[in-house]
Each structure stands twice: as C-alpha cells, then as structure tokens.
C-alpha cells in the first residue's frame, strides 16, 4: 500500500508505504529504533538489527555514543544491513506499565524523523517500536508512530516505509492511515 500522508508545503508530498517482513533485508536509506541510555541491545527488532549489522554496529556505538541522555538521536552506519545507517533514539528504561508515557514514543519517533530530516534522509523505515512484551498495545503503538510522524514529517524525506512483522499490524497501519489521505 502507498500513500501520500503529509502535504510538507512546496507541494511536496511525502509517500507512505506500508512493508510486511523482516527489516534486516529491507533496501532502504536508513532504519529507525529506540534503545535505552545503557545502550542494552532490548528487543526482538533490535536484537535483528544487531545481528544483521555485525559485531561492528556494536562496537561503533560503544566506541563514539558516550553517555546518551533520553532525547538523544544518534545516527550509526548499517554495516551488513541493506540500510545504510539506523537512527537510534534514546528512551527511557520502562520497568512497568506505569513507566510507558505516550509523549516518550511520540517525542522518540518525532526526534527520529528530525534527526533524518537534518541528515538529508530521503527514505526512512520506521518499525513498530516499544511495542514488545513490556511496551506499547499495537494499536496504541500505530496510533503514535504515525502522530510523532505526522508531526515531523517534511523535506528532504520523500518515502517513510512503515515496517510490520505481521499483517495484523499492517491492516492497524491502513486503518488509521486512510483517514490521512
């Protein structure tokens, strides 16, 4: 499914697509996460992504990201993965449902989209992020994914790739996206 989601002024619109599979082989500029201020690998997704990436992605991050505060984006090249960099956004150690704040996603994916905007990031895919055993209901998750999105999105972005596992979460994704159009 493509769609045109944000009208970013200068009639320039943003494409939206929705991808079901596995984002260690999608070709893409580059693929958006969070991670935690102790850089712990968490996660289904991210555990992928370092596995995909190589022991080099691990060792850049703990070689040049010193002492990340939550808020923090930071930017590491894709090494193995078919993207050539992934955007990191730093979020707060959730230890209970009473720990996951809405503004903490929305705020993380609209630091990821500013970060690949002021980077020159022409195509970005974005998971659906914190949205595992200790996260964010898969609904709630779309739900703001797409408004820290739509908040943020602009030039030079062409192309934000809306990354599912399943197809459960893609038919959330186009439910709440066909309204957008």
Request: net charge negative; glycine share 8%; with cysteine.
């Amino acid at each position: 499914m493509s769609q045109d989601i944000a009208d970013t002024g200068a009639n320039a619109k943003i494409l939206v697509e929705i991808y079901t599979g596995d984002i260690t082989h999608l070709p893409i500029e580059a693929v958006a996460t969070i991670i935690t201020p102790n850089l712990d690998i968490h996660g289904r997704l991210n555990r992928a992504l370092f596995s995909a990436a190589g022991p080099e992605m691990d060792a850049f991050i703990l070689d040049h990201v010193l002492e990340p505060q939550v808020g923090d984006v930071f930017a590491v090249p894709g090494f193995h993965l078919p993207a050539q960099q992934v955007l990191f956004a730093v979020v707060p150690i959730w230890r209970s449902d009473l720990d996951i704040i809405d503004k903490h996603l929305i705020e993380a994916v609209r630091g990821l989209v500013t970060t690949a905007r002021q980077k020159g990031i022409k195509d970005l895919a974005i998971p659906l992020l914190a949205s595992g055993r200790k996260g964010y209901p898969q609904e709630r998750g779309v739900r703001l994914i797409l408004q820290g999105v739509s908040e943020s999105a602009g030039p030079p972005l062409r192309r934000i790739c809306f990354v599912c596992e399943t197809g459960d979460v893609a038919v959330l994704y186009r439910q709440r996206l066909v309204p957008l159009a």
